[in-house]
């Protein structure tokens, strides 16, 4: 049997490859008007304001997540030359020792795409043990890592073993 006697696993398409690439500009370039507020000098409602209705209960004061009592959250970036542009949110949902004294907690699954480090325990167990960590795809295991060292080597600590929770955005 001859090589091009073989059946191909993957149909041809018979649309020349250039004019897929045609259409696929033409059409992101026809939506880009509509798509991208900042050429219209418009500003995009919130969802909110465009009668967009999340949940049963009202926002608080912010609109934010620290409207939360007992939820803190903090920022690092990384800035190195003309190329590096990093950085790490930390959300601690609660006050006090959050491994003694977990909080409830839930994991949704938006696009089942992404990184996420602790998911199964605390789909197990329905707890959050640590402050949620969220970083870039390529720094999820070294937050992970990091995180986990701190909470292990705090004073008084006797545990071995801990459950961060860190996430890619």
């Given at each position: 049997?001859?090589?091009?006697?073989?059946?191909?696993?993957?149909?041809?398409?018979?649309?020349p490859l250039p004019a897929i690439l045609a259409l696929?500009?033409?059409?992101?370039?026809?939506?880009?008007?509509?798509?991208?507020?900042?050429?219209?000098?418009?500003?995009?409602?919130?969802?909110?304001?465009?009668?967009?209705?999340?949940?049963?209960?009202?926002?608080?004061?912010?609109?934010?997540?620290?409207?939360?009592?007992?939820?803190?959250?903090?920022?690092?970036?990384?800035?190195?030359?003309?190329?590096?542009?990093?950085?790490?949110?930390?959300?601690?949902?609660?006050?006090?020792?959050?491994?003694?004294?977990?909080?409830?907690?839930?994991?949704?699954?938006?696009?089942?795409?992404?990184?996420?480090?602790?998911?199964?325990?605390?789909?197990?167990f329905g707890e959050i043990e640590t402050p949620i960590?969220?970083t870039c795809t390529l720094c999820v295991w070294a937050?992970?890592?990091?995180?986990?060292?701190?909470?292990?080597?705090?004073?008084?600590?006797?545990?071995?073993?801990?459950?961060?929770?860190?996430?890619?955005?």
């Amino acid at each position: 049997m001859k090589p091009r006697d073989l059946p191909r696993s993957t149909p041809r398409s018979r649309v020349p490859l250039p004019a897929i690439l045609a259409l696929t500009l033409a059409w992101a370039l026809l939506l880009l008007p509509v798509s991208d507020a900042a050429l219209t000098g418009q500003e995009r409602p919130r969802a909110r304001e465009a009668g967009v209705v999340v949940g049963v209960f009202p926002t608080g004061a912010h609109n934010a997540i620290t409207d939360v009592d007992g939820v803190r959250v903090g920022h690092a970036t990384v800035v190195e030359g003309d190329s590096i542009r990093t950085g790490v949110t930390a959300v601690i949902p609660a006050e006090g020792d959050l491994y003694r004294r977990p909080v409830a907690g839930w994991i949704h699954q938006g696009n089942g795409y992404g990184k996420l480090i602790g998911e199964t325990q605390v789909r197990e167990f329905g707890e959050i043990e640590t402050p949620i960590l969220l970083t870039c795809t390529l720094c999820v295991w070294a937050a992970a890592e990091g995180l986990a060292d701190w909470l292990l080597h705090r004073p008084g600590e006797g545990e071995h073993t801990v459950n961060p929770v860190v996430g890619e955005t």
